[in-house]
């Protein structure tokens, strides 16, 4: 049997659609996990596959919560911070909420940090902090955050918080600002944009897709994962007090390059596009960053994961969405 390596690693929000396939990614390079999730989404079962793991471990709780978190920290080397409201619609729905947890919640937790001894702390944050961009220049971690939601206003605040205060925080930290994430996950949410037009158009339904011409990058499960574990095996005086862009420049894509992928592969159309959606973001990201400085590469595309996703529609999977509709998508949080 293979040992552990001496590390612990918490990962707050390892319940959710990244943290269920980068808990597996993290325990299959042997590290012990410790998940603190308080499971609003009922996706508890998103892990099942690994409680029986002795390097694995689960406490249900909030991140806000002193006792929780404290009971978490037991042993722990690293932390990585996935928990949020995420998305922009479900923060518009819950904006107290969203401010609670994503801003002050974060904040709180990076300054109660300070009485652990720790390695490293990722933060994940979002390409969405860049907004709407007037340029087709490819946006790098200097570009201008033009934060067009309240999801990432609350990201753009904690990022700030932590290079502000840098000198007060007794550890080291890094900012990871992923592309939009796409692939398969035991927690799959198919309010995503690959996953959601795969699947309507997939069950050949019609498509409404706004603002076709709309750039945005987009990142696999897996790859997130392996450059969350890039920073966890680089050596500190790469990654301390930076910020990285985490997908590849290959896959910025409009909405309208997402459904030919998939119309290609499924020989069908039914697509209307319309102009005037909710969604002003518009942005290209520029990946070269954490390319050079941590040597990522990203493995999969959107369009692998196209032809995966459709398959398992097909083979019947996921039929029991529209019964369990808000584990399969960032709709409705039980509070
Ligand atoms: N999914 C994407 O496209 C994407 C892109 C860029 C960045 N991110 C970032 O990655 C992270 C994870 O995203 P995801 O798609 O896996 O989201 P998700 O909603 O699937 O998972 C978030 C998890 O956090 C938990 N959680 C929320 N608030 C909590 C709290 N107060 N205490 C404890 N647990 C709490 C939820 O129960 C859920 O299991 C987020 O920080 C998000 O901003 C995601």
Known sequence: MNQTKNRKLLVIGGAGYIGSVLVSHLLNSYYSVVVLDKLFYNNKRSLADLMSNRAFSFIQGDF???????????????????????????????PDEAKKINE??????????????????IFL?????????????????KAELNPKSLYAETKVNVERYMINNIKSINYSWTILRSATAFGLSPRMRFDLTVSEFTR?????????VYDENTW????????????????????????????????SNGENHTKRKIVDVITAQLKQNKVKYEKGGRDPRNYKVNFDKISKILDFRTKRTVEDSVEELINEIKAGRFTD???????YGNYSINL
């Open 216 to 247: 945005r990058p987009y990142c696999h499960v897996d790859d997130i994962s392996d450059a969350i574990l890039k920073v966890l095996e680089a050596p500190g005086k790469l990654v301390s007090g930076e910020i990285f862009n985490v997908g």
């Open 64 to 94: 806000s919560d002193n006792s929780s978190l404290d009971k978490a920290m037991d042993g722990v080397t690293d932390v990585i911070l996935l928990a949020a409201l995420v998305g922009d619609p479900l923060c518009k729905k819950y």
């Open 125 to 141: 944050s979002t390409c969405s902090n860049y907004g709407l961009r007037d340029t087709d220049d490819p946006a790098d971690e």
């Open 104 to 121: 002050d919640g974060s904040i709180n937790l990076i300054k109660r940090l300070n009485r652990y001894t720790l390695d490293k702390f």
């Open 200 to 208: 309507e158009l997939a069950l050949g339904r019609e498509l409404l």
């Open 321 to 327: 969405i529209e019964s369990d509709i808000n584990f």
